[in-house]
């Protein structure tokens, strides 16, 4: 059985993903604690195989934009998770982070709004939507 052992910033460095805590809990805790601004979670069950939830929210600035994300993904990497793959931090108007069951975007709010993933991605489809039959027939 794996021994949690917390840092002074009061990260576990367990050697195992910690079993009471989901990567989503963990994600949206680190978030809040961060605070990061208009975070929502997208169950992607039933719609993409790339992840099981999509997380976004939003920095204030580019720095607290890259703020967010470097802690998160130290967090992530701390609880025991694999580490997370990061893009965007070069100018982070909007990074992203792949930490395997969950990706979750960070923008800064302009850019946020111009991509508008949340609506992208909150439609109520499913794969099933578009089989050859439905798309034809229609």
């Known amino acids: 059985m794996p021994t949690n052992n ?7 460095s367990s050697s195992e993903p910690q079993s009471t805590v989901s990567l989503s809990e963990l994600i949206l805790a680190s978030l809040e604690d961060d605070k ?5 979670s997208i169950d992607l069950k039933g719609k993409t195989s790339i992840a099981d939830s999509m997380i976004i929210a939003s920095g204030r600035s580019t720095r607290q934009v890259a703020a967010i994300a470097t802690n998160l993904a130290t967090k992530i990497k701390h609880a025991g998770y694999a580490p997370p793959k990061i893009e965007g931090m070069e100018k982070a108007d909007w990074v992203l982070i792949d930490a395997g069951d969950a990706i979750v975007h960070i923008f800064r709010p302009e850019v946020r709004s111009f991509y508008n993933l949340e609506k992208m991605w909150d439609m109520d489809i499913s794969p099933d939507d578009f089989t050859p ?6």
């Open 133 to 138: 039959d439905k798309v034809l027939g229609s």
């Open 36 to 40: 990061a601004e208009e975070i929502i």
């Open 6 to 12: 917390f840092s002074e910033d009061g990260v576990s």
